[in-house]
């Protein structure tokens, strides 16, 4: 959720969404992620080129690294499709 804040557009929408099937999604319609680094985003310390990020507190480079681990440890799914310069949906499967 922080991601989809720092990697949007100042005032466009985030939707959050959770199902009675367990899947959450968080959308946001921000700077998007390139098809080519799309494989990385879950690598420890990975970032895009933070020039192209709308928030002074570009971070680490570790969140999605920690949502993944916590993601198998639980046997859940994650999933991410993300369309550059237009918007970015993950979806974990609870
Ligand atoms: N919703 C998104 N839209 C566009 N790019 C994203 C989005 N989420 C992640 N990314 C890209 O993936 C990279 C890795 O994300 P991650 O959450 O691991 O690190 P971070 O947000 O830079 O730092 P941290 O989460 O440790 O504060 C980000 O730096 C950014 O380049
Ligand atoms: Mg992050």
């Known amino acids: ?3 989809a804040i720092k990697f949007s557009h100042p005032n ?3 939707v959050v969404k959770l199902t009675n099937k367990g899947t959450l999604t968080i959308k946001d319609t921000g700077i998007g992620i390139s098809k080519s680094e799309l494989p990385h985003i879950f690598e420890r310390f990975y970032k895009v ?3 192209r990020t709308f928030d002074i507190d570009t971070g680490s ?3 999605l690294a920690i ?3 916590t993601v ?4 859940w799914k994650i999933k991410v499709k993300s369309e ?3 918007e ?3 979806i974990i499967q609870f």
């Open 1 to 3: 959720m922080h991601n």
């Open 12 to 14: 466009s929408e985030i």
């Open 49 to 51: 080129d933070s020039s």
């Open 61 to 63: 480079g570790l969140g």
């Open 67 to 69: 949502v993944k681990k």
């Open 72 to 75: 198998d440890k639980n046997g």
């Open 84 to 86: 550059k310069d237009k």
């Open 88 to 90: 970015t949906q993950f």
